[in-house]
């Protein structure tokens, strides 16, 4: 069972930046599809950014568009979330997703994905 790993949460101040990063725990992310998803208490699961395998298509949340950069680090063994302007309500607990047959229309939809790390928490004070 591959397990995913998300690292660089933390407590910010709003404006301030964080670059969150996801590995597998037995490969490299190469020739997956890689999802970040976040959820805040009280709140359903929700999309933020997504790449699909090949690296070409990418997608963002309205949300977060112009903000939020995700990238396949050179050796495409982690997917990074370069996340700036940070607003208070991006707090939540962030979650990295990934899978090998997801297909470029279905890159948003959580059902798609097969594996999930445990989640990194991003808190924004105002």
């Known amino acids: 069972q591959e397990q995913l790993v998300e690292s660089g949460g933390g407590l910010v101040q709003a404006g301030e930046s964080l670059r969150l990063s996801c590995g597998a725990s037995q490969r490299s992310l190469s020739g997956s599809a890689v999802a970040w998803f976040r959820q805040a208490p009280g709140q359903e699961r929700e999309f933020v950014a997504a790449?699909?395998?090949?690296?070409?298509?990418?997608y963002y949340g309205d949300s977060v568009k112009g903000r939020f950069t995700i990238s396949r680090d050179n050796g495409k063994i982690t997917v990074n979330l370069q996340m700036t302007a940070l607003r208070p309500e991006d707090t939540a607990r962030y979650y990295c997703?990934?899978?090998?047959?997801?297909?470029?229309?279905?890159?948003?939809?959580?059902?798609?994905?097969?594996?999930w790390g445990q989640g990194t928490q991003v808190t924004v004070s105002s």
């Open positions: 997703a990934s899978g090998r047959r997801v297909i470029t229309s279905a890159l948003r939809s959580q059902s798609a994905y097969d594996f």
């Open positions: 790449v699909s395998r090949n690296g070409d298509s990418k």
